[in-house]
């Protein structure tokens, strides 16, 4: 009982809210502080930074879209490298240092939490629907995309602190550059945020570009089973069509009466495989496994 009152109950994203709402005193007050005997020019532009970035997370967290989502999931930890970045600038003082890196740390791990993803995913659904992200991919999991998340933040900021700074030669280019360069990883990074599966009153619906050329519909009355998947699954066997792409994680499995068109991406000719039983990751299984007892969908 007790985790079924948590999948209800708990929201990380009104914290998450609460939190961010009053970073200003805590990073914005670090930051200020680092700046605090440097030249009037960049302080403004510090300053302006700070707010348009604060704002616009803010508004991303109430609006609850999955676009906002990937901002939070940018920006958030990002503010976490500016604080350290502007300590190896000019010392900080010790206790304003401490209270900003918990107080940014939290913000960050809040944004990243898979619940929160969840509630932002799900602003965006209507009538009897219900949306749950999917698991990122382990081949993406692993590496690539810290890669380009440093990408994206050093292409919308080195070229703004060099300009800033007064190197201007070398500051415009970095921002002709750089904030191209930012969009399409952050355009990259939003494909992740746009993989979910959604409720709907006819079963539920598995919408995940990166492992399917369309999204799929399982229908309440072709399901016989909905739970954890056999450790011992055959994934290559006849009739399984596995779309959890290797996500660290549990996997759930779906048994099916008859069967499901399913078209895997491939990098060939994409063909049309025959489902009966289909194995996927998203974030919250027991969440989702909750939402489909409330449903009737789990025997």
Request: with cysteine.
């Amino acid at each position: 009982m007790s985790h079924d009152w948590g999948v209800k109950v708990l929201n990380p994203l009104t914290i998450f809210l609460g939190l961010w709402a009053v970073t200003p005193f805590s990073l914005g007050a670090a930051i200020d502080s680092a700046l605090t005997e440097d030249v009037i020019q960049r302080q403004i532009w510090a300053s302006i930074a700070f707010w348009i970035v604060w704002g616009f997370v803010l508004g991303c967290s109430i609006l609850r879209r999955p676009w906002g989502l990937t901002m939070m999931r940018v920006l958030a930890p990002a503010m976490l490298l500016a604080l350290f970045a502007a300590h190896l600038y000019s010392r900080i003082s010790t206790d304003i240092f401490v209270v900003a890196v918990v107080h940014t740390a939290v913000v960050s791990l809040l944004a990243l939490l898979p619940e929160t993803g969840n509630v932002m995913v799900d602003g965006i659904s209507y009538g009897d629907e219900k949306r749950f992200l999917l698991r990122i991919p382990s081949a993406i999991l692993i590496g690539p995309i810290a890669l380009v998340w440093g990408i994206v933040i050093l292409g919308a900021f080195a070229g703004p602190i060099l300009v800033t700074s007064g190197n201007w030669r070398l500051g415009v280019p970095l921002l002709a550059i750089g904030w191209p360069i930012a969009a399409f990883g952050c355009r990259s990074i939003h494909q992740l945020a746009r993989r979910w599966i959604v409720f709907v009153p006819n079963g539920f619906v598995i919408h995940d570009y990166l492992a399917t050329r369309e999204p799929f519909l399982i229908r309440r009355q072709d399901i016989v089973s909905l739970g954890p998947a056999p450790a011992d699954v055959d994934v290559r066997g006849e009739g399984v069509v596995d779309v959890s792409q290797l996500a660290l994680g549990p996997v759930l499995q779906v048994t099916l009466h008859g069967e499901v068109e399913v078209v895997p991406r491939s990098r060939g000719v994409s063909e049309v495989k025959l489902a009966r039983i289909v194995l996927f990751s998203p974030t919250r299984p027991g969440a989702v496994l909750h939402e489909g007892r409330l449903r009737r969908l789990v025997r």
